[in-house]
């Protein structure tokens, strides 16, 4: 079963807008560990932020945002202002302790953002 | 600290040759892992060692897969003999203890073409 539920395949959008991408897990551990990894055209998986399931203050890094609520199992990203060199697939893990190490992987969501 | 390495980048070989990928995580990382990316089923782990000692391969697809890691810098993932269908991007990644609050770090990928 897919733990990591990322419903938008595709987003494009026009520069500067504001774009959400969503992401909802699925687990029975009460200790677990979210991230979201970027993903550019060259191709390498690039760490963004960690969030553990003690810790549901969001966080702002920049233009960028994310939203955890436990209460609806979701990990929400949001960029603000988007820009073209944010072009890329993002990719919603979670990583549970009581069931082996893996990073479970959404399927992603391709964000192509147009000048 | 130059991040997860590995080589080569790119990999074209044909059926039924032997290929091998490289990987040499970050030093002091304790744990590594092998991760297949493709378009049918995403990102998934094949295997993952813990001071070299290989932990969980049950996602290594089969007999044909084998991965070592002779010492803490270095780790290998062969295919012998290769198939088209293991056309991929290989990943490596590295992390310290993943039970507690860490995120695992990626390499720039090694991108398989089997033909």
Redesign the interface.
Same mark, same amino acid.
């Given at each position: 079963a897919q733990k990591v539920t990322q419903a938008q395949t595709e987003i494009s959008v026009v520069e500067k807008e504001d774009v959400t991408l969503d992401c909802v897990y699925e687990t029975r551990d009460t200790t677990y560990?979210l991230?979201w990894?970027k993903q550019p055209p060259?191709?390498?998986?690039?760490?963004l932020i960690?969030r553990?399931s003690f810790d549901e203050q969001n966080e702002i890094s920049g233009r960028y945002s994310w939203n955890f609520q436990k209460s609806t199992s979701s990990f929400n990203f949001t960029i603000t202002a988007s820009q073209v060199v944010d072009s890329a697939v993002y990719?919603c893990a979670l990583?549970e302790?009581n069931s082996?190490?893996?990073?479970n992987?959404?399927?992603?969501t391709s964000l192509l953002v147009t000048p | 600290d130059a991040g997860v390495i590995q080589s080569p980048r790119h990999e074209v070989t044909e059926m039924g040759q032997e290929v091998t990928l490289r990987c040499k995580p970050i030093s002091g990382h304790d *744990?590594l892992?092998w991760?297949r990316q493709t378009m049918m089923r !995403?990102?998934?782990?094949l295997i *993952?060692f813990n001071n070299n000692v290989p932990?969980?391969d049950s !996602?290594m697809p089969e007999d044909r897969f084998s991965a070592k890691m002779p010492n803490a810098s270095f780790s290998t993932l062969k295919i012998q003999p290769s198939e088209p269908r293991d056309s991929a991007?290989y990943?490596c990644?590295s992390s310290l203890h993943?039970?507690t609050?860490?995120?695992?770090?990626?390499?720039?990928?090694t991108?398989l073409t089997v033909v």
């Open positions: 560990y991230f990894y060259s191709g390498e998986l690039v760490f960690r553990n990719f990583r302790t082996g190490y893996a990073l992987f959404g399927k992603g | *744990y892992f991760y !995403g990102l998934e782990l *993952y932990i969980d !996602g991007v990943f990644a993943p039970g609050n860490t995120e695992a770090f990626f390499g720039q990928g991108r």
